[in-house]
């Protein structure tokens, strides 16, 4: 189960750092960018003066816990968000308005 797994750390853990919630941000506003654009993006918007060697690592925590799915095509990689695993987790924690804790009335 999702809620109990490695995966749902994975996604904390991603989320802890504030370039990695950067990289989110930029993919949310822009979707399917390259390392090159990211990297660019961060340093222009955000005065985040990371190597793309720092970027690209940071990408690859997000992509393990899910949050980042990569696309090929010729010598370039793609990167878009995916939402997936934070749906999951808000399912999982969320309850209906009219019950009260722990789904009593």
């Known amino acids: 189960m999702l809620a109990y797994g490695a995966v749902v750390g994975d996604v904390f853990r991603a989320l802890a750092d504030p370039t990695r919630?950067?990289?989110?941000d930029e993919l949310q506003e822009r979707d399917g960018q390259t390392l090159f654009e990211l990297c660019t993006r961060l340093t222009v918007r955000h005065g985040v003066g990371s190597s793309r060697q720092a970027v690209s690592q940071h990408l690859e925590v997000l992509e393990q816990a899910g949050l980042v799915r990569t696309r090929r095509e010729g010598r370039y990689k793609f990167h878009h968000l995916?939402?997936?695993?934070?749906r999951a987790i808000v399912r999982r924690w969320r309850t209906d308005p009219e019950e009260g804790p722990c789904g009593s009335p």
Request: hydrophobic share 45%; no cysteine; aromatic share 0%.
């Open 82 to 86: 995916d939402t997936s695993p934070l």
């Open 21 to 24: 919630r950067a990289l989110l």
